[in-house]
């Protein structure tokens, strides 16, 4: 069912994954 | 096991939490001074970038306990895009870092540090080799078993390398439980590949099969039956499917994955092979008492009696194998429910089990529509492909009842998935399985 889904999922995952990393950078140079 | 949606949601939950752990670690316990923005989002990209590399492992391995209910199609198409994802953060990871301040080319520079400057450089060519080995394979020229020895050399060493950039910048390393942590993070995604591709051959090396009858079948395809020798066998559920190696070893890189054809009350595992490439074209000349070696099974494609009124089977070509496990495994248990079989092929001439499904026709509840794209000139069924109208003329009223599977062509699983979503059919009813995986 989820094969329609998997680039959508994978490029969800990967913005969430950078977001967080931007947000520990940003707190880091703070 | 199939995944429900709250399932499915908590193993996206755990992905996450898992890329984010190297980079947790990083960050806990006492830090050096924070530096500008652009180097500490240079640096998290390399962190996140070493973590994504090590769960690729996970994703690939052919793990039941990791995401199995997704559907191993599912989660190779996921571990292709990841793996894109991977390569720009380790691209990225220097880049950024470069960017913010120019020093870090440096790092670069064998005359600076050679081991740090050499590991660096491995790791950015190595991923670099490794994603356009595995996207455009065929373009290099390069065979399946020769991608499959490179694919999982490469993620060793740029998953040991990368670990060896870690420990040597140190930047977030210190205390010492810091680098154990990463050690035993990447070391755990290190030992996984080696599991696939060491252990799990050498355990498989106890349940030896051999090759029983080779028989032709129509449209260039042929059936291998296999037989366990001293043991009972594997037990499947109809509908899945597994890995093959042929020949006395079972630690070989030719091993490829098909569906296996029997019903599960058979001990014999068929496997109904079309020739699409060297490999499936030399099945033909295999002789009986050939040595095989059988890993799975894999896959959530079955059906689940007790869930629905019937099912739908779709079925393209020689996308009918998995469907015909399921059809024979109705037909020995003497299952009273309807089934609808949609079986799309070019031309009479070319349906695999032909006289077989219509003989079931006599022992179970079974609607068969042909559609034939070059069909004789006194053809009556339908002509075509399988499209939403002869969906239409065929499928019961109460279709969100039904459990449906799909098995075919990349082209066949979106127009049908798609249009069974737009009749309401719940998502998790439907069932796909690409052949094409590999």
Not at chain 2, 14 to 39: C, H, N, W
Not at chain 2, 50 to 62: D, H, P, T
Not at chain 2, 165 to 179: A, C, R, T
Not at chain 2, 356 to 361: D, K, V
Request: charged share 15%.
């Amino acid at each position: 069912m989820l094969h329609l889904y998997s680039r959508y999922l994978a490029l969800a995952i990967s913005m969430i994954l950078l977001i967080a990393s931007a947000v520990v950078a940003a707190w880091r140079s703070i | 096991m199939k995944y429900s949606l709250a399932q499915s949601i908590c193993w996206i939950l755990t992905f996450l939490a898992l890329a984010l752990v190297p980079l947790g670690v990083g960050m806990a316990g006492s830090l050096p001074p924070g530096r500008d923005f652009g180097v500490e989002f240079g640096v998290m990209l390399g962190f996140l970038g070493l973590a994504v590399l090590s769960l690729q492992c996970v994703i690939s391995g052919r793990f039941n306990w990791f995401g199995a209910g997704f559907g191993f199609d599912n989660l190779l198409e996921f571990h292709k895009l990841i793996g894109i994802f991977a390569l720009i953060l380790v691209l990225a990871h220097p880049a950024m870092l470069i960017a913010a301040n120019p020093v870090f080319i440096a790092y670069f520079d064998p005359r600076e540090n050679a081991p740090r400057a050499i590991t660096l450089s491995l790791v950015t060519i190595g991923i670099v080799v490794l994603v356009a080995t595995s996207l455009w394979r065929k373009f290099f020229k390069l065979s399946y078993e020769a991608w499959r020895a490179l694919h999982g050399v490469l993620t060793l060493g740029i998953i040991f390398f990368g670990l060896g950039h870690v420990v040597m910048v140190d930047h977030y390393g210190e205390p010492l439980w810091k680098k154990a942590a990463f050690v035993l993070f990447t070391g755990a995604a290190m030992y996984l590949v080696v599991h696939s591709r060491v252990v799990r051959p050498w355990l498989m090396k106890r349940k030896p099969y051999t090759i029983i009858e080779v028989r032709e079948e129509p449209n260039n395809a042929t059936t291998l039956v296999l037989e366990p020798v001293g043991h009972p066998g594997m037990k499947h559920r109809a509908g899945q499917f597994l890995w093959i190696t042929l020949g006395k070893s079972p630690f070989s890189m030719q091993q490829h994955p098909y569906s296996i054809a029997s019903s599960p009350q058979n001990p014999k595992i068929e496997l109904t092979i079309k020739d699409l490439g060297d490999f499936s074209r030399s099945v033909r000349d295999l002789a009986p008492g050939t040595p095989a070696w059988l890993e799975g099974p894999y896959g959530c494609f079955y059906h689940d009696p007790g869930t629905a009124k019937g099912a739908v089977l779709v079925a393209g070509g020689v996308g009918i194998t998995p469907v015909m496990s399921i059809l024979r495994a109705a037909r020995d248990r003497r299952d009273p429910q309807p089934y609808i079989l949609f079986f799309g092929n070019t031309a009479w001439t070319d349906v695999i089990f032909r006289e077989e499904i219509e003989a079931m026709r006599a022992h179970m509840n079974l609607k068969v529509v042909h559609c034939l794209t070059a069909p004789p000139p006194d053809w009556p069924g339908e002509q075509g492909y399988i499209t939403k109208d002869v969906m239409d003329r065929h499928l019961p009223n109460d279709i969100e009842n039904y459990a449906y599977f799909i098995c075919g062509p990349r082209p066949l699983l979106d127009l049908v998935e798609q249009d069974l979503r737009a009749r309401g059919v719940p998502a998790a009813s439907i069932h796909t399985e690409r052949f094409d995986m590999v």
